[in-house]
């Protein structure tokens, strides 16, 4: 029984570092790199954009909703759409 303990804590500290969750943040656009795929708020949080969020259909100034995954230090977005 004591040859499962350490494996089986050693499996559950590994698991918890590789989690990530999500969060939420509303901004106005401070500026957008499609070279780099970023989005800056006007909060100076920057947030990296997938293929599947087109920034072209954003405009610097332009108040947004952000849902984001923060992966490797890195604020990916999951979502992005016109904030109400």
């Known amino acids: 029984m004591k040859n499962l303990v350490v494996p089986f804590v050693a ?3 590994f698991a918890g570092a590789s989690t990530a969750f999500a ?6 656009i401070k500026s957008i790199d499609n070279a780099k795929d970023m989005v800056t708020l006007d909060d100076g949080s920057a947030y ?5 969020v087109k920034l072209s259909n954003f405009k610097v100034g332009q108040k947004v909703d952000i849902t984001y995954t923060k992966n490797n230090g890195k604020m990916q977005i999951d979502t992005m759409k016109a904030a109400s």
Not at 23 to 28: E, I, P, V
Not at 48 to 52: D, E, G, H, K, Q
């Open 11 to 13: 499996a559950i500290m």
């Open 23 to 28: 969060a939420d943040a509303t901004g106005k």
């Open 48 to 52: 990296v954009a997938p293929s599947t």
